[in-house]
């Protein structure tokens, strides 16, 4: 469990930082492709002033990647949330301008709920999250730079990781009837992370922008377990000592995401849901894919064949589609315990102090959890909550230290470009039918 403050500054572990694995990290698949979208054929417009993000150099992340992709953004920490990146462009090669895709994107809320119903968390606003933010040695952001950031009520801490890491093949392709030619590139991410400790708990909040348009947010849970909670003997632990013995007490991490999109510079973006339905017959199976508008706040609950995208209302690419980006959760084990958790993604039409998912602590706000927002009002300026749950049910191997165990999603580009962005100039005719 996680134990007061005063008694944790005594208690604190003294666990080692495992380091940044690439394991889990949940790059989802891209979702049915062959649906028709509504054609929005309109103007690329882009906000004034997209092409450098004004932010001091100290608080701006610029990075080039393979094929000549380059992400820019700035940066600032909420005192709740920790690292929020703020007015993220992507500017693949033969663009331009760099495209804005999002206004803002951090973490919007960890929920620990144990399965005992003794406790309850909310980390962010409920257990001083962002406040003990950790410095990061060298040897943990490894070819990249680590920034200073201001931490309420703490000082500077050296806690900010930017960097790159390969991420192995981008695409490959040998030509029919030519085998000894391949096209091949090796792609690479921008990461950006950092390490926030909450009792005996340590999250990774990381954040990778891929050369090809993918972005993906990942919380991985390492530190320690709580030794104050090996007490669950009542059939809600797992024994993690010798023979039957220290039973850690199962709980769950529900890990919320808020993400403002500003696709094209514009925040009236528009929202689509996407189903498919197969039937069977006498012959091969059918699918057959609808598109729904979602026009106004939805509580959305995933399921196969079910994907979500966000729409630019202000730009299309060279192929005249509208610019999207499709949302693509990861494994989720779906907490039923509350109303907010109950749900996989959320779209709420933007209000100022409505900041994070559940234990809004914004005086005045109204109700204070993200499904009692969805209330029917227009989306036109819908922002995204995603919510990924993890019930930890603990094994052995969690000491010791605990190894990283990630959760998060992977936003897909959709039309962003008019074709992969990273096509080589050989193939750059190769659009459509030949
Ligand atoms: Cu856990």
Same mark, same amino acid.
């Given at each position: ?19 940044? *694995? ?63 990146? !703020? ?123 891929? /050369? ?33 013995? !220290? ?34 017959? /006498? ?10 508008? *979602? ?15 966000? *729409? ?21 084990? $779906? ?15 933007? $209000? ?15 109700? $204070?959890?993200? !499904? ?42 959709? !039309? *962003? ?18």
């Amino acid at each position: 469990m996680h134990v007061n403050r005063v008694r944790r500054a005594h208690k604190r572990a003294a666990a080692g930082l495992a380091a940044c *694995v690439l394991l889990g990290a949940a790059m989802t698949a891209a979702g049915p492709a062959t649906a028709a979208p509504q054609q929005q054929p309109q103007t690329a417009q882009r906000a004034p002033g997209a092409a450098a993000p004004d932010c001091s150099p100290a608080y701006r992340i610029e990075q080039t990647l393979d094929g000549g992709t380059t992400w820019r953004m700035c940066w600032h920490y909420d005192k709740y949330a920790g690292v929020t990146l !703020d007015k993220i462009t992507y500017q693949p090669k033969g663009e331009p301008k760099p495209i804005p895709v999002l206004n803002s994107a951090r973490l919007g809320q960890i929920h620990v709920p144990y399965d005992d119903g003794e406790f309850e968390y909310d980390d962010l606003t409920g257990y001083g999250f962002a406040e003990d933010l950790q410095t990061l040695k060298p040897g943990e952001c490894p070819g990249g730079t680590i920034k200073t950031v201001k931490v309420p009520r703490r000082g500077n801490v050296k806690g900010l990781c930017t960097t790159t890491r390969a991420r192995g093949h981008a695409y490959r392709m040998s030509p029919e009837g030519r085998p000894s030619k391949v096209w091949q590139a090796q792609g690479k991410d921008l990461l950006i992370y950092a390490v926030n400790k909450t009792s005996w708990y340590e999250y990774i909040t990381e954040w990778r922008f891929s /050369s090809d348009g993918t972005i993906a947010s990942n919380v991985g849970a390492t530190g320690s377990l709580s030794p104050d909670d090996y007490d669950g003997t009542d059939g809600r632990g797992w024994p993690i000592g010798k023979g039957a013995s !220290d039973y850690a007490e199962s709980h769950s991490h529900n890990v919320f995401w808020r993400l403002d999109f500003g696709l094209d510079g514009s925040t009236q973006s528009k929202v689509e849901q996407y189903d498919s339905q197969v039937t069977r017959g /006498s012959g091969a199976p059918k699918t057959k894919t609808t598109r729904t508008p *979602v026009t106004q706040e939805l509580a959305g609950d995933a399921k196969g064949m079910r994907w979500w995208r966000v *729409v630019s209302g202000a730009g299309t690419n060279k192929d005249g589609h509208p610019r999207s980006y499709e949302i693509a959760p990861g494994h989720t084990d $779906k907490h039923p315990g509350r109303e907010y958790t109950n749900h996989d993604v959320y779209f709420t039409q933007y $209000k100022k102090c409505e900041k994070y998912a559940t234990h809004n602590n914004v005086p005045g706000c109204g109700p $204070k959890s993200v !499904d009692k927002w969805v209330n029917g009002q227009t989306l036109k300026h819908p922002i995204t909550w995603v919510n990924i749950g993890f019930h930890h049910i603990a094994r052995d191997e969690d000491q010791q230290p605990m190894p990283v165990h990630w959760q998060g999603f992977t936003l897909a580009p959709r !039309d *962003v470009t008019a074709m992969n962005p990273l096509t080589p100039d050989d193939l750059a005719d190769e659009n459509g039918r030949p």
